[in-house]
């Protein structure tokens, strides 16, 4: 299931006299999308090492990383228990992570937030439980995000990325260290005051010189949006006929154009944006949607 993948490298019409190309990972599966594929790879190769056989993770209800994680078990011969932060609810998301056999413990806000100590009260019986944290953040995650440098050609000047915990970005980074390469990174965090990803990097790879952090693009925080981003995205799709999600890559292309407009880019240069995936996240935002359309 996690055999090398080499995602197609797309060209993007030439909107702007820009050099964008955009790295399709959302391809590599429609549920365990992009960059879940990257994170979950080495971890469940862990988990068979270790002869576990249960999956235990966790995550909001309209997250991506419970659909693939429960995908990815389903497919590996793994149980798969999630902890979904808050009250009980049904979506999309939720519906198809129950129909791949994982089993939900809705949590409330206070207890969600000490993972390792949820894991401890249902599970410390359990030898074949294996800890996974939210996001699959871990060194793991960061490996397997780091091979997607293989998979690019070296001369990139700008690798942009959507972040959330910034594992994927330390991947990214660790990568471009590791190949000696000119590329610079730029994230692009959807959370409110994404200043923390700098840090959460800094856990993984020390040397952040090549580092660019556009914290000015969440419209909002988590979740949040805008008539502005929705209408960008539907443009986006429309002209492009690439799916994009309004939570994560809808803020990361708006970035991209945003200072393609300001001039940020030199004429001749290649800019790469990575498609995580993710595309349920249009589900979540149906109705704000249906009000563009
Ligand atoms: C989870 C997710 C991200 C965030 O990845 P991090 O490694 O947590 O920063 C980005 N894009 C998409 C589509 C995702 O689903």
Redesign the pocket.
């Known amino acids: 299931m996690f055999a090398n993948y080499n995602s197609p490298l797309q060209q993007l019409s030439d909107y702007d006299a820009l050099r964008l190309w955009v790295k399709r990972d959302d391809l590599i599966d429609p549920y365990i999308?992009?960059?879940?594929w990257r994170?979950l790879k080495y971890l469940i190769q862990k988990a068979i090492r270790l002869n576990k056989l249960h999956l235990v993770t966790f995550g909001g209800a309209y997250s991506?990383?419970l659909v693939a994680t429960a995908a990815a078990a389903a497919r590996s011969g793994f149980r798969a228990t999630a902890f979904v932060r808050g009250e009980p609810v049904d979506n999309e998301m939720l519906l198809l992570c129950k129909l791949y056999g994982m089993k939900l413990i809705f949590t409330n806000r206070e207890e969600y937030k000490n993972k390792a100590a949820l894991f401890q009260s249902f599970f410390k019986d359990d030898p074949e439980a294996f800890f996974i944290d939210e996001?699959g953040?871990s060194a793991e995650?960061v490996k397997g995000?780091a091979e997607i440098l293989d998979e690019l050609p070296p001369d990139i000047d700008h690798l942009f990325?959507?972040?959330?915990?910034?594992?994927?970005?330390a991947g990214l980074l660790k990568g471009i260290k590791q190949r000696k390469l000119k590329t610079q990174l730029h994230v692009v965090p959807?959370l409110r005051g994404g200043d923390f990803?700098a840090n959460e990097i800094y856990h993984y790879t020390q040397d952040v010189e090549q580092l660019h952090l556009h914290t000015d693009y969440h419209f909002g925080g988590y979740a949040k949006t805008q008539p502005e981003l929705l209408n960008f995205m539907k443009a986006f799709i429309a002209r492009e006929g690439i799916l994009i999600?309004p939570?994560?890559?809808a803020k990361m292309f708006y970035a991209i154009y945003d200072l393609a407009g300001k001039n940020y880019f030199h004429k001749e240069e290649k800019i790469v944006a990575l498609h995580?995936?993710?595309l349920l996240?249009i589900f979540g935002k149906k109705e704000k949607l249906e009000e563009i359309l």
């Open positions: 999308s992009g960059n879940k994170k991506n990383h996001g953040a995650a995000c990325c959507a972040a959330g915990t910034g594992t994927t970005a959807v990803i999600d939570v994560y890559t995580t995936g993710g996240g």
